[in-house]
């Protein structure tokens, strides 16, 4: 399984940027793909989470109303929209698999490697 995230930048506050994952390798298309972010010294924090097989989506509170999770499952890709961006949104972005969705970074087996965005005027 790999995971190939794309779409990290710089920008203002307030502006928005569009994350993408794509997923290979999978031999079910019961899977469920999530964002997560890392800001310097600071933990993994779970950001949204869609199920790849049901549509069901989730995201943290933090992002709620900002952010948007989607999937193409023709493309195999799940794309974070990022909307009202804020400073404290700056952080690495990485998007991770596995079964169902959760919260907990633990729960999770595959990662891709990180995009960084970074929100400042």
């Known amino acids: 399984v790999q995971l190939q995230a794309s779409g990290g930048g710089l920008v203002q506050p307030g502006g928005s940027l569009r994350l993408s994952c794509a997923a290979s390798g999978f031999d079910s298309d019961y899977y469920a793909i999530a964002w997560f972010r890392q800001a310097p010294g600071k933990e993994r924090e779970w950001v949204s989470c869609?199920?790849?097989?049901?549509?069901?989506?989730y995201h943290a509170n933090s992002v709620k109303g900002r952010f948007t999770i989607s999937r193409d499952n023709a493309e195999n890709t799940v794309v974070l929209r990022m909307n009202s961006l804020r400073p404290e949104d700056t952080a690495v972005y990485y998007c991770?698999?596995?079964?169902?969705?959760?919260?907990?970074?633990?729960?999770?087996?595959?990662w891709g490697q990180g995009t960084q965005v970074t929100v400042s005027s």
């Open positions: 991770a698999a596995d079964k169902w969705c959760s919260a907990q970074t633990h729960r999770y087996t595959y």
């Open positions: 869609i199920s790849m097989s049901f549509g069901s989506v």
